[in-house]
């Protein structure tokens, strides 16, 4: 077995791919774990040198591979020979080389986008980005600062009270988060103190000690605390306690004692005197005191602090006071939002919600290569996509998009990225690019020693490339790309609104106006589905039949699973194929069937509602009586009848809470004047300020009723 398993081809090639491709990023580890065991202060040169972007050319060598021989003679894929490239379609060998190549560029693509976000942090986001101020050299030091002070600059400028309305400028601020850190507050202000000298001894002691040795506690346990902040308030919604769990809280918890304020327990006479029924004004103070939503909360400063903001009252805008998300994503989306503040700064922030941004690199010639992160609208720049800039002829790679931002690399010309920008969708100077990647044996012959290759077969307008590619677009960034192209929505949905399909056929027709319907359909078909997972049940019982006895025992979970699934997915089979044999029966029978089925149906309905009725009518006329035995005599005397109409009304007095009531219940609709099925009316209020008053309002409603549902038997309310 483990001869069969270690001559698998497939997995082979997979090992190469994974070992050859991943080799500089283990260099790059290997390099710093080397570093640090020198002394304490190399820990600081690596975090310099990661300011600086050493990391930069690590993704270049990442992205080289796929010209790298070595690589590709060990994959065993051959190598240009003649004068003429080979043809694809006249070797099926070709076909298979290709996916192996394939497969090379997929796993190289996402594992230097991976090392890029990984380690931009370290030059756009604080406090990391004063880590080359640490370093001996002048110019890295001065190039360091520059930058400092231009993200400094534009974050002070977003923060202008001016901005408060944007929101746009508000979401930017969140994904930044940093700003609201004490550590971080702390390195801007000691960068302003020392009016950004890039040779102040003050500053570079500070990086120095945050960055030589180990990580620092301070940093540590902000990041830490913060995680279980997260944590906790995503596990936490209960917004009050129990009564009880109060009470028990407030008797048992000694901070209150501990604080100067004494315990006071309740006792037996203390809830008596307070006791609802005895005092009502005091009932309502009790039930609100239990209910957090009612009980003021202390404040985070003096009331007399102008600048007081109070503790966050709910979990809304707790998150607005903390970072969205923890880990290695809240750091990227950081990045990308401060490389937006530092363009949209000279511009006052005016087009903050439509432009999209990245890193970007010159390219030498098509075969070089390069990458890039997208923004808005980043529905377009998939992972792996090739795009081309038609002002500076330059072909980029994507490597995904972190919400914000895109990098572009060029290992042979810089060491740190540098940002790039689009505003316009409708006149962009981007064009998607479809390329076709090329085995070393098709590569042209000026660039045999080039390896393989990526080969451009057309240029195309972003939406349309992304339209003809099937790529997933939701309906919010569909909307923005109809209402910039000014294209007639025509809606199908409830109330004629427009929903997904509808836009996706505008845009469409707007770009594929001269394809034929059934080309239109399938790109439509193509962008409105939904993927569903394929089983895979077949394949794993398949592939453990081959295992010896001994290994099948290790997978005796997956296989009963496996088998599971199966026997339920040919049950599911069988019911179907049963159901399309009864669909075949004769529609006269199926009708015949279908019509004797409602009509037992209907008339056991019929039956059981008749039933239903009789019970309920008998359940209400048992309670009518049994409310009108409870009625005092001297009400009886007063209500219509004077006693003698028994089942249709009764009356209650309750002395403790000082109320009349008249209970007189009918169908809906039956009384248009007055819909209420009851009158009750508290004495010594302004209205009713004595028993007399509230009795005459309640008995007057039953005389009213009666009297406008009996026309023909009307009995006038006694005067006294």
Excluded at 200 to 229: N, P
Excluded at 357 to 378: D, E, H, I
Excluded at 613 to 637: C, H, N, Q, V, Y
């Amino acid at each position: 077995m483990y001869f069969d398993l270690i001559s698998d081809r497939r997995l082979q090639i997979d090992a190469i791919c994974i070992t050859e491709v991943s080799q500089p990023l283990v260099a790059m580890y290997q390099s710093g774990l080397k570093m640090q065991k020198d002394n304490q202060l190399a820990f600081a040169i690596q975090r310099a040198q990661a300011g600086e972007g050493s990391w930069w050319s690590t993704c270049g060598e990442i992205l080289e591979k796929i010209h790298s021989s070595s690589l590709l003679l060990r994959m065993g894929l051959t190598q240009r020979l003649g004068e003429e490239a080979a043809e694809e379609e006249d070797h099926e060998w070709l076909a298979a080389e290709g996916q192996m190549l394939q497969t090379v560029y997929d796993f190289s693509v996402a594992l230097a986008s991976n090392v890029a976000w990984s380690q931009v942090m370290f030059r756009y986001s604080l406090p990391h980005a004063i880590a080359p101020l640490a370093s001996r050299n002048r110019k890295v030091r001065e190039d360091a600062m520059a930058l400092l002070k231009k993200m400094v600059d534009a974050l002070l400028a977003a923060k202008r009270p001016e901005h408060d309305g944007n929101t746009d400028l508000q979401k930017v601020l969140d994904a930044l988060a940093w700003h609201r850190q004490p550590l971080a507050a702390e390195v801007v202000m000691s960068l302003r103190q020392t009016h950004f000298d890039p040779h102040s001894e003050e500053t570079r002691r500070v990086a120095v000690e945050l960055y030589a040795g180990s990580a620092t506690t301070k940093d540590v346990l902000e990041s830490t605390f913060g995680f279980l902040q997260d944590v906790s308030r995503r596990c936490s919604k209960n917004q009050k306690l129990s009564q009880h769990a109060v009470w028990m809280y407030a008797q048992s918890s000694k901070y209150a004692t501990t604080g100067g304020v004494p315990h006071i327990r309740a006792t037996k006479e203390d809830w008596n005197r307070f006791h609802p029924n005895l005092q009502p004004e005091l009932a309502i103070q009790f039930a609100r005191c239990m209910n957090a939503k009612n009980t003021r909360v202390p404040e985070s400063h003096p009331a007399d602090d102008a600048d007081a903001r109070g503790l966050p009252q709910n979990t809304h805008e707790v998150s607005k006071r903390k970072w969205r998300t923890s880990g290695p994503l809240s750091h990227q989306k950081s990045v990308a939002a401060m490389a937006y503040l530092m363009h949209g700064e000279p511009t006052n922030f005016q087009k903050v919600g439509l432009m999209w941004r990245g890193l970007t690199v010159k390219l030498q010639s098509l075969w070089a290569l390069f990458f890039f992160v997208n923004m808005q609208p980043s529905i377009f720049f998939t992972q792996g996509g090739v795009f081309w800039q038609s002002v500076a002829d330059q072909y980029m790679l994507s490597l995904g998009v972190r919400q914000f931002v895109y990098l572009l690399l060029d290992p042979s010309s810089t060491r740190q990225p540098d940002f790039l920008f689009n505003g316009d969708l409708v006149n962009s100077q981007w064009k998607r690019v479809s390329v076709k990647l090329l085995p070393p044996a098709c590569v042209p012959i000026e660039l045999a020693s080039s390896g393989a290759g990526l080969l451009v077969t057309e240029h195309m307008d972003l939406v349309k490339g992304a339209l003809k590619d099937g790529i997933t677009i939701k309906v919010d960034d569909l909307k923005l790309i109809c209402r910039e192209f000014k294209l007639r929505i025509v809606g199908t949905g409830k109330g004629k609104r427009p929903v997904k399909r509808d836009y996706v056929k505008a845009l469409v027709e707007h770009y594929f106006a001269d394809s034929s319907e059934e080309e239109k359909q399938q790109i439509i078909e193509r962008l409105c589905r939904q993927r569903k997972t394929q089983s895979t049940d077949v394949e794993l019982l398949e592939h453990v039949a081959h295992l010896d006895p001994e290994n099948k025992e290790c997978f005796k979970d997956q296989i009963k699973a496996a088998a599971e699934n199966l026997e339920d997915i040919l049950q599911q089979k069988g019911r179907a194929q049963g159901e399309r044999a009864a669909q075949q029966r004769s529609k006269a029978e199926k009708d015949q069937a279908a019509t004797e089925k409602a009509a037992r149906d209907r008339e056991t309905k019929e039956k059981a509602h008749q039933e239903h009725e009789a019970l309920e009518r008998a359940a209400r006329a048992a309670e009518m009586d049994r409310l009108w035995g409870l009625t005092p005599a001297f009400l009886k005397e007063l209500l219509p009848g004077g006693g003698a109409i028994t089942g249709t009304f009764h009356a209650q007095y309750h002395p403790v809470n000082e109320f009349f009531k008249v209970n007189y219940p009918v169908s809906a609709g039956q009384d248009r004047v007055n819909p209420y099925q009851s009158c009750q009316r508290k004495y010594g209020t302004a209205q009713n300020p004595t028993k007399f008053h509230a009795l005459k309002t309640v008995i007057k409603f039953a005389y009213d009723r009666w009297n406008r549902l009996h026309p023909d038997d009307q009995r006038p309310m006694s005067p006294s």
